[in-house]
């Protein structure tokens, strides 16, 4: 399959979207809502969902979407697209630029391509599962292979206790040379961009899994649901390069 034309739509996508959020940012006129599961949402997500749902209409009118903000279309076609158009909004929301849109290709239900876009940081990582990059330049995942010398990231220390053994978290933690919340998107952009060597996540909506896959499987990572197993299906993640991934599992799931 020539992946080259979707490519170029993804980046036609990162750009539209980016052009509805970025004014936003730090923008102290802008309004923060609570949703029904008590999540934040802005203007911009819901604009710029919005302004990718328009396009991926008019391009591919037979494909199906899957988006944070809005109801899913035609969700057993052969190709669908995931949106997510701020991960991050609570970053995004209080100034701090570490989030990002996320955006997928399934076909067949299997992501075969991913990208994370910050536009206010102009980085867009695209991958399709064999090759990832950022800004158009090839990337990798470090090669660390010893937990002592890793960086871990996630993006809510709470969540880990609230969803999963907080007290296997802590023997990780315990573990690695750094940890920071540098989380989100953000953090798999870090991982497949060579900047950290685990990212994970005890709680995550398809939206927010799916695109990353490709990304980190393209730069040479592995991402797995928490427990080891299919990361499509999955509802939680660990992500990190080949070396580290095992006994990373191994601590969390023992």
């Known amino acids: 399959m020539d992946l080259a034309p979707y490519e170029a739509f993804i980046r036609t996508l990162a750009e539209e979207s980016g052009k509805i959020i970025r004014p936003y940012f730090a923008n102290p006129d802008l309004t923060i809502e609570l949703k029904a599961d008590e999540t934040v949402v802005t203007v911009a997500d819901r604009e710029a969902e919005l302004r990718m749902r328009e396009l991926i209409e008019k391009t591919y009118p037979d494909h199906g979407i899957i988006g944070e903000e809005f109801e899913e279309k035609m969700t057993g076609s052969e190709f669908s697209w995931i949106l997510d158009p701020i991960d991050g909004t609570i970053s995004f929301a209080g100034d701090c630029p570490l989030f990002g849109t996320l955006i997928a290709l399934l076909h067949n239900g299997q992501p075969i391509l991913g990208a994370i876009n910050n ?48 007290s296997r978290f802590d023997r990780l933690l315990d573990q690695v040379a750094l940890f920071r919340g540098w989380g989100d998107c953000y953090g798999y952009l870090l991982l497949a961009s060579g900047k950290a060597d685990i990212m994970i996540d005890p709680i995550m909506n398809a939206w927010d899994l799916l695109p990353v896959i490709p990304v980190i499987r393209g730069a040479g990572g592995v991402v797995t649901a928490w427990d080891g197993g299919d990361p499509v299906t999955a509802s939680a993640c660990v992500a990190a390069g080949p070396h580290v991934h095992g006994q990373v599992l191994e601590i969390l799931n023992g």
């Open 119 to 166: 536009p206010v940081t102009e980085q867009l990582c695209i991958g399709d599962g064999k090759t990832t990059t950022l800004n158009g330049r090839p990337v990798r995942v470090r090669d660390t292979t010893d937990l002592s010398k890793a960086t871990l990231l996630t993006t809510d220390i709470k969540n880990i206790a609230e969803y999963q053994d907080r």
